[in-house]
Nanobody, 117 residues
Framework: QVQLVESGGGLVQAGGSLRLSCAASGSIFSANTMGWYRQATGKQRELVATITSGGTTTSAGSVKGRFTISRDNAKNTVYLQMNSLKPEDTGVYYC???????????WGRGTQVTVSS
């Protein structure tokens, strides 16, 4: 089992910044992918960004140039730096952990991000 604890959400005005953190603990595999998904009210959960333990990143087109994902493997922690936030970035942000071997995936409880216009 892997436990994920998110932090860093909150309320910010449009154009502002927030930094999300997610710390993983438990049965950690050295080769894994961590990342962030988000879900707005009434919408499906969608990919924001992911990063492998080797540092390869993916991100949604809607956040390119504004959000940066990074990780500290020694701390089993992933970060999401969100700049130039827009009201449409509002939603619950979920931390994601995936291990290819065995196909295990885990989710955090989510942290609310609200961007006011």
């Amino acid at each position: 089992q892997v436990q994920l604890v998110e932090s860093g959400g909150g309320l910010v005005q449009a154009g502002g910044s927030l930094r999300l953190s997610c710390a993983a603990s438990g049965s950690i595999f050295s080769a894994n992918t961590m990342g962030w998904y988000r879900q707005a009210t009434g919408k499906q959960r969608e990919l924001v960004a992911t990063i492998t333990s080797g540092g390869t990143t993916t991100s949604a087109g809607s956040v390119k140039g504004r959000f940066t994902i990074s990780r500290d493997n020694a701390k089993n922690t992933v970060y999401l730096q969100m700049n130039s936030l827009k009201p449409e970035d509002t939603g619950v942000y979920y931390c994601y952990y995936y291990v290819l071997i065995g196909g295990y995936q885990y989710w955090g409880r989510g942290t609310q991000v609200t961007v006011s216009s």
